[in-house]
């Protein structure tokens, strides 16, 4: 680790001071702050020159904001001949810009990850991205981190043995499978279908529900609304009120904790790669992908010695 230095922009400070105690180093000098029009004013107050430098960084709401930060710190470290600079990132803002809906639209993920490259950034390090192609939009190395395990691990005593784990879309399939292995318990699927920018219709349920608790998994809640028209239909098709969300990007934008409480779901499970929302709904409970994130570093890290 003696060639490593760890910085953070401003999106996530408690997870990034969270990371530098599992790593036992301390956060190195990095002063972010605002030009009166805006702008950011980034400095490094210490030598990055020959180190490996590791930017934490999501992209979450203000995600322009931070996104520019984080591309202001890789061209930082850069110019000052940093060896190499790690982003870890980890919620990927725009991921859900990973195709064209129809024509004349951009696909913002992929422009993200042309920034990324060319303000220096030499690996990225994420957690759960939305599609695994996003890694497809880079030419340098991208890992993608689960926090499924860590989430299930916290699930384990808050499941009953009745529950069904539950798909919100296709697009959830896959993640929710992955659920269902580690808890054991079947898999159930929603089919929605999208009637505009903001509000989706569930039209199918693949499974059987009536008289089970439901556990719905999802990568993100952003406004709420995938998750309570969820929970509506499986109410309608005669579930048990009894409803655990899991998640790992807890956005929690705008009054999402207030419709998800209304909608009926007691416990909420989300993990640390966002900040906490300012008002947390009651049953939330938050587990850190510090502890996974220091794992990797500290192999990361490793390596690079070695190889050098
Ligand atoms: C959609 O593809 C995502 O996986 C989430 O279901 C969605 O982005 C959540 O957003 P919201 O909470 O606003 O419905």
Redesign the pocket.
């Known amino acids: 680790m003696e060639r490593m230095t760890l910085l953070a922009g401003t999106a996530n400070p408690v997870l990034a001071a969270a990371l530098a105690r599992e790593l036992g180093v301390e956060l190195g000098g990095c002063e972010v702050r605002r030009f009166p029009d805006g702008e950011v004013d980034v400095r490094l107050t210490a030598s990055v020159r020959r180190r490996e430098v590791f930017v934490v960084q999501p992209t979450c709401p203000p995600v322009n904001d931070h996104l520019v930060e984080l591309l202001a710190v890789a061209d930082a470290c850069r110019r000052s001949a940093a060896a190499r600079v790690v982003a870890v990132v980890p919620y990927y803002g725009y991921a ?1 810009s990973d195709k064209r809906h129809g024509r004349r639209e951009p696909i913002t993920a992929s422009l993200v990850a042309g920034l990324m490259e060319a303000a220096g950034i030499d690996h990225v390090l994420t957690v759960d991205l ?1 599609t695994t192609q996003i890694e497809g939009f880079f030419r340098v190395p991208v890992d993608t981190l689960s926090a499924v395990p860590v989430l299930c691990e916290a699930l384990r005593d808050r499941v009953p043995a009745d529950a069904v784990v539950v798909a ?2 296709a ?2 399939v896959a993640l929710a499978t992955e659920y269902a292995d580690l808890l054991d318990r079947p898999l159930v699927v929603l089919h929605k279908r999208r009637e505009s920018g ?1 509000e ?1 219709r569930v039209t199918h349920i693949v499974g059987e529900v009536r008289g089970r608790a439901c556990v719905l998994v ?10 309570v ?1 969820s929970v509506g239909a499986l109410r309608d098709a005669g579930a048990r009120p009894d409803f655990t969300v899991v998640a790992t990007h807890g ?1 929690l ?1 705008r009054d ?1 904790a207030a419709r998800l409480a209304a909608a009926g779901v007691g416990t909420l499970v989300v993990t640390d790669t966002v900040p906490p929302a300012p008002s947390p709904p009651p049953g939330l409970h938050v587990v850190s992908v510090a502890p996974i994130l220091a794992d990797f570093i500290r192999r990361t890290a490793a390596e690079t010695r070695d190889a050098g």
């Open positions: 859900r939305h919100p879309d697009g959830r903001t989706t999802d990568d993100m809640i952003s406004t709420g609304g995938t998750i028209e956005l934008l999402a």
